[in-house]
Every structure is written in C-alpha cells, then in structure tokens.
C-alpha cells in the first residue's frame, strides 16, 4: 500500500513540475495563443481573450499522452 501511494506522490511531482515549466515557457511557445479560432478584443481599457482552439489542441495532446501512459502501465 505504502509502495503505490509514493508512486503516486512522485506522478503527482512530475505533474507539478510539468505544470510549472509549462507556465514558465508559456511565452516562448510560438503558436499557443495565436491561433485562428482563438478569440482576442479589446473594450476600453478591458482585454478579454478566449483561447478557443488552443484549449482543444492541448486537450487532443493530454488525452493522447494520457492514454499511452495508461497503455504502458
């Protein structure tokens, strides 16, 4: 019981982990964000931005990731 709980806890890091270089680089990935079908406008001094097809392309790249880690266990 003890071995799969700390097996758990290290994904759960490598989770984090991931998460945080993701927000680090964000800026630096050249097409996330700017993509036709992605929403931007501006009223006034408000800004709102609507990712719309970014969000779809990282839930395809998730799911994919996610089964084949579910494949391989």
């Not at 490598?14 to 800026?27: E, K, R, S, W, Y």
């Not at 050249?30 to 931005?49: C, M």
Request: proline share 4%.
């Amino acid at each position: 019981m003890l071995d799969q709980a700390g097996k758990l806890l290290i994904l759960f890091g490598v989770l984090f982990v991931a998460a945080g270089l993701i927000m680090i680089f964000f800026d630096k990935i050249p097409f996330l964000g700017k993509l036709p079908g992605d929403v931007s406008f501006r009223y006034g001094s408000s800004r709102v931005y609507i990712p719309v097809v970014s969000c779809i392309i990282l839930s395809v790249i998730i799911t994919i990731v996610i089964n084949l880690i579910g494949r391989w266990k």
